[in-house]
């Protein structure tokens, strides 16, 4: 049977395309732009979006599992009940779906609370599922590497209570794990979550500090200014999204995103080895 990956062109949907393919899985991959749809050989492509019924329901035809993403917009909550109402349509009963960790506690931040709706909709659906909750991702940090460098300054607000950065690649292995798992049980297995973190939880002066070791120069943390952070972002994005992301960076202050207890443990033990570090990460952009 086939495994249907959802946002494949992305970061993370493109590393659970690769794992999968690795792992001997069929793979369709839903892309809006079939030219970005650059695969491993044996990948089948289908072209639409979770907006155009008509297409995801030829996606779904002949799929038995699903892996559902959803980007950050401003529709996404219907996006994804859109997805799983034809999902259900379609009789597939084995899905894994991508939230995000402590959505039940972010409850003022609008694609957290959007991704905390649409598990209820899991549970109170009966929607055999895996629910992965990762945690901030580290990759993200490729965006800020030349005000890193350039600048000597560390310019997320992620504040001091820690965030347990995760690695894009390593969400990407677990999610095909877990798709593995549920396609090849003998009957739908029942609703599981699991927190995907990385094995450090990081404040700002802790990345910081790490930029400091890989560039062999000072980088400082300036602080928590959020209301810089938005305007940051409406240079290159919409009023409404950089509001929703200022709005995430000032929950990082406040609560953080640490990790449960057992949880780095559960990743390691699933994937075989180490989880991917900030560490690593930054020496390898910096080289």
Known sequence: MTILVTGATGNVGRNVVTQLVSRGADVRALVR???????????????????????????????????????????????????????????????????????????????????????????????????????????????????????????????????????????????????????????????????????????GPDVAAIWSEVLGRPITYPGDDTDAFEQNLRLFMPSWMALDMRVMAERFLTAGMVPEAGDVARLTSMLGRPLRSYRDFAAQVAG
């Open 33 to 203: 732009d079939p030219v970005k749809a650059d695969f491993p050989t044996g990948v089948e492509i289908v072209q639409g979006d979770f907006l155009d019924v008509d297409a995801l329901r030829q996606a779904y035809s002949g799929v038995s599992t699903l892996f559902l993403l959803n980007a950050v917009v401003a529709d996404e909550y219907t996006q994804a009940l859109i997805a799983l109402n034809l999902a259900r349509e379609a009789g597939i009963e084995r899905i894994v779906y991508l939230s995000v960790i402590h959505s039940d506690t972010y409850v003022n931040v609008p694609h957290f609370a959007g991704k905390f709706g649409v598990e209820r909709m899991i549970e109170a659906m009966e929607i055999h599922a895996t629910i992965l909750r990762p945690a901030y991702y580290i990759d993200n940090d490729v965006t800020i590497k030349d005000v890193v460098v350039g600048h000597g300054v560390y310019p997320m607000p992620i504040g001091t209570k820690g965030l347990a950065m995760v690695d894009t690649r390593d969400v990407g292995e677990i999610a095909a794990i877990e798709l593995i798992r549920r396609e090849r049980s003998a009957t739908p297995l029942p609703i599981t979550r699991i927190n995907l973190v990385g094995p450090d939880t990081l404040t």
